[in-house]
């Protein structure tokens, strides 16, 4: 019995330690004057599988706001604590970050972030046949609509 015991923790400690669940850092890069839902499907035949110099997913968004990436799907730990920025593109030389609604960081300043387009967070998971990401980018003006999600 004490054999069968130590079999089940060996196999724990290589499971556990063998799979790497860090998340993949990503970019996602939103079409110039965005303003709406994003989806993207995860592992898709013939989806984007773009990667830049620093191993980041480029995620490139539509004109309506969806992606297919060739990607899988990935449920992990965030390290580092940032993994995901998103972009929305200015001209064919410029582009400028978006930032993810933080109610906290908002109210510090809600004056001035009233007029800046941020990427409020809905669902991500999975929907036959889909494994599945969905945001939506908005005025910050417009917070009230997503604070109750």
Do not use: W
């Amino acid at each position: 019995m004490k054999n069968f015991v130590f079999y089940i923790l060996l196999v724990r400690c290589f499971i556990e330690f063998g799979c790497n669940n860090t998340l993949q850092c990503e970019r996602h890069f939103l079409p110039k004057g965005y303003i709406g839902d994003v989806m993207i499907y995860y592992d898709q035949i013939n989806g984007q599988h773009e990667t830049d110099k620093s191993g980041c997913a480029i995620y490139n968004i539509s004109l309506g706001g969806k992606c297919l990436s060739g990607f899988p799907f990935k449920q992990g730990t965030a390290i580092p604590n940032v993994t995901v920025k998103y972009f929305e593109f200015i001209d064919k030389m410029r582009v400028e970050q978006l930032q993810e609604y933080e109610p906290t960081e908002y109210y510090a300043d809600s004056i001035k972030n009233q007029h800046k387009k941020y990427v409020y967070f809905i669902a991500s998971g999975y929907r036959p046949p889909n494994y599945y990401s969905e945001y939506f980018v908005d005025y910050g003006i417009n917070h009230k609509k997503y604070d109750n999600r």
